[in-house]
């Protein structure tokens, strides 16, 4: 992920409760407190719930967050070679402002 196609998707994102931040010491998108998105050394994080994350594990678009080897992050996706990743950022958005 570009530093050009990380800013259109926080000018995309950022309104009302959606807000930018640093998690990690990476760049990313919160929802109130909680963050969906990160840029972590140029690739797309997102949050999603653990059936879409394990398919698109399956399908080859992702692979699990793992911010130190051997360690994933439960809930969390490096995207990979996907088409759609602002639907997978609104769904991500969507999921974790359902969170209690």
Known sequence: MTDESWTDLVDRFAD??????????CAGLRTG????????????????PADRLAGLVEAGD???FEPMEGR???GWVVL????DR????EE????????T
């Open 33 to 48: 407190r909680r963050f969906f998105a990160i840029r972590w050394h140029e690739q797309l994080v997102l949050k999603l």
């Open 80 to 83: 990979g070679g996907t088409d």
């Open 62 to 64: 992702g692979r699990p």
């Open 86 to 89: 602002a639907g997978l950022v």
């Open 92 to 99: 991500a958005r969507a999921y974790v402002a359902g969170l």
């Open 16 to 25: 009302g409760d959606v807000t930018p931040g640093h998690m990690f010491g």
């Open 72 to 74: 994933p992050m439960n």
